[in-house]
């Protein structure tokens, strides 16, 4: 006999950073787990101190981090734990971000302009990551940035559930926001067997740099419409949009997007538009200061939990890849 052989059973072991705690209590509290005890803080010039308190050898490693503000600060502690699980002979290292951070510098639109989207799956897999997690991409296209396997999850069943089961969809009509969201208005558009209209936004050339004409492509006099969107950011873009549906006479309008990144003005804007309600996701933390009374938050805790036990076992992740 050549060898030894070993009978020892695969590990699981989900850690987290500072974060989104929240969410990573619930994951763990999803998939009946602890996580991983760890010492995380920073010293007096902001370099940041990782130690995990109990052995990582041969487990299978999840690191969640969302990639919130200050968004630099959370991605180099997440690289900085993927670098101890490696050097700590961690077998697999999976690395769940829900919100990609700098996923929109994805390609460039002028010369001498970065691709950052790129840049951070680089660092990742420099620091030994040997897959990535992600839900809802800005760009499909990010997926293939990572030399490895790269797990996307939707939302779309989440979000669109709550929208199903609240409004008649008799009246719906989905809407996009602008012509780059028109795939993912089509996707929900099949799920709740709803027309679509798409926004075209047009620049005034009397007027520099600014919008200032949204024609509205599709029929939603006296509809019930729903502003589809990966983020809202600063609530710009569809704060102008629901006005937009309003002058050609919707009967409503409902925002629903995965990440709430909320920075600036959006909580403002939101409040003070004529939009019903806006639902988004857990992906990223909501301080109390940013919440508001027309602010729906859905767990997206459940579909990570889901797909990190389908990558333990070597399940299928594919039915979570297209919303199915």
């Known amino acids: 006999m050549t060898g030894i052989k070993t009978t020892g059973e695969k590990k699981l072991m989900v850690l987290a950073g500072r974060a989104h705690p929240d969410l990573a209590k619930e994951v763990a509290q999803q998939l009946g787990i602890e996580l991983t005890p760890t010492r995380l803080f920073d010293f007096a010039n902001g370099e940041i101190y990782v130690r995990f308190e109990e052995s990582v050898r041969g487990c299978d490693a999840f690191v969640l981090q969302s990639h919130t503000a200050p968004i630099n600060k959370w991605i180099m502690e997440q690289l900085i734990m993927v670098d101890a699980l ?47 997690m992600a839900v809802d991409l800005h760009t499909d296209q990010i997926q293939g940035f990572f030399d490895g396997p790269v797990d996307h999850l939707m939302a779309l069943p989440l979000l669109a559930k709550y929208v199903g089961d609240k409004v008649d969809q008799e009246r719906l009509t989905i809407v996009s926001p602008d012509a780059g969201r028109v795939r993912v208005a089509d996707r929900w558009t099949d799920r709740l067997n709803a027309p679509l209209a798409i926004i075209h936004k047009r620049r005034d050339p009397n007027i520099v740099n600014q919008v200032t004409v949204h024609e509205v492509v599709g029929e939603v006099r006296g509809r019930i419409c729903v502003l589809v969107d990966d983020m809202i950011d600063t609530a710009g873009t569809i704060t102008a949009a629901a006005e937009a549906l309003f002058e050609n006479g919707a009967a409503e309008v409902i925002v629903a997007a995965t990440h709430a990144v909320l ?50 076992d070597d399940g299928s992740v594919t039915s979570l890849f297209d919303g199915r």
């Open 86 to 132: 490696k050097r700590a002979s961690a077998k697999r290292i999976t690395v769940i971000m829900p919100f990609y951070g700098y996923a929109r510098q994805d390609k460039k639109h002028r010369g001498r302009e970065p691709i950052s989207a790129r840049l951070v799956a680089d660092l990742f897999k420099c620091a030994g990551a040997d897959r990535l």
């Open 263 to 312: 920075s600036g003005p959006a909580v403002d804007r939101l409040k003070n538009s004529r939009i019903s309600e806006v639902i988004v996701t857990n992906t990223l933390p909501i301080p109390p200061e940013r919440q508001f009374d027309k602010l729906t938050v859905l767990s997206i805790a459940p579909l990570i939990a889901r797909a990190i036990r389908e990558v333990f």
